[in-house]
């Protein structure tokens, strides 16, 4: 009979063992890149340097591509415009207008009121910051139900062009987002490619969401060619195009 306390029972062969020196190489690599990955978003956060999507890599396997620092930028201004203390923002799949975002409300007078803000993320690299709500668009219901109907302006980016992806991105924001009666009027933003008009306008009906004339544009450039959506117009920035004008008039 085999002694199962032989040390031939407990010995590894050296395929084994180089696999798991290999697993724990990697384990420890992650667990040490993630540590600093942490320390230089809070630096950065509680520091005087602005933030920077340079500490996260796109992944295009996850349809990450973030926006350039300008179109970033842009949505975050639209979205701070006019919010006061007592109003919440909400950022949906969007972590580089987060970034933006929060480099505006960091130069900005501290002793101004602050709106409350919230990204809605699936990496969870980004759990580095404490607005961090970690959101996956195949459970779209799944999030804190204090978060239901309180939020007042948000940016909806689906990560996929599918009506699959963007029904379900839409569902979440509706569960969000306070009633369209509401006043005053919460805004939306919906930024996505140009096909997938039809749904967005049919998603987004009850808050009269239209195509504008602003172009986001992507920090390493986008095949897809991409429109920005509101039920607002900014003057200077954007307003709807002709046709969504025209449509406007005659309903």
């Known amino acids: 009979m ?6 031939d029972e407990l010995t590894l062969s050296s395929s084994a063992l180089d696999a798991l020196k290999e697993f724990y190489a ?3 690599a992650h667990a040490e890149k993630f540590a600093k990955l942490q320390a230089g978003a809070e630096e950065r956060l509680h520091g005087q340097a602005p933030l920077s999507m340079d500490m996260f890599t796109e992944d295009w396997n996850k349809s990450q591509f973030w926006y350039s620092d300008e179109t970033a930028t842009e949505y975050a201004k639209q979205l701070l415009e006019g919010a006061t203390g007592d109003m919440t923002i909400a950022i949906l799949s969007a972590p580089s207008v987060f970034v933006g975002l929060m480099n505006i409300l960091k130069a900005a007078d501290t002793n101004q009121p602050r709106p409350k803000v919230f990204l809605l993320e699936y990496d969870t690299r980004f759990e580095v910051f404490p607005e961090f709500v970690f959101y996956d668009y195949m459970q779209p219901l799944k999030l804190p139900g204090e978060l239901k109907g309180t939020v007042d302006r948000i940016i909806i980016d689906p990560p996929f062009l599918s009506e699959d992806c963007h029904t379900k991105a839409a569902l979440t924001a509706r569960w969000l987002t306070r009633p369209p009666t509401h006043t005053p009027t919460p805004k939306l933003i919906v930024s996505t490619g140009e ?3 039809p749904l967005v306008t049919k998603l987004y009906r ?3 969401v239209r195509t504008t004339t602003f ?6 450039g986008l095949s897809n060619e991409f429109h920005c959506y509101a039920n607002f117009e900014v003057d200077g920035v954007w307003g709807y195009t002709h046709e969504e004008a025209q449509e406007g008039e005659s309903s």
């Open 26 to 28: 990697e384990r420890d």
């Open 215 to 220: 172009e986001p544009l992507h920090a390493r």
């Open 2 to 7: 085999t002694n199962p306390n032989s040390d």
């Open 206 to 208: 009850a808050y009269n």
């Open 195 to 197: 096909r997938m008009k």
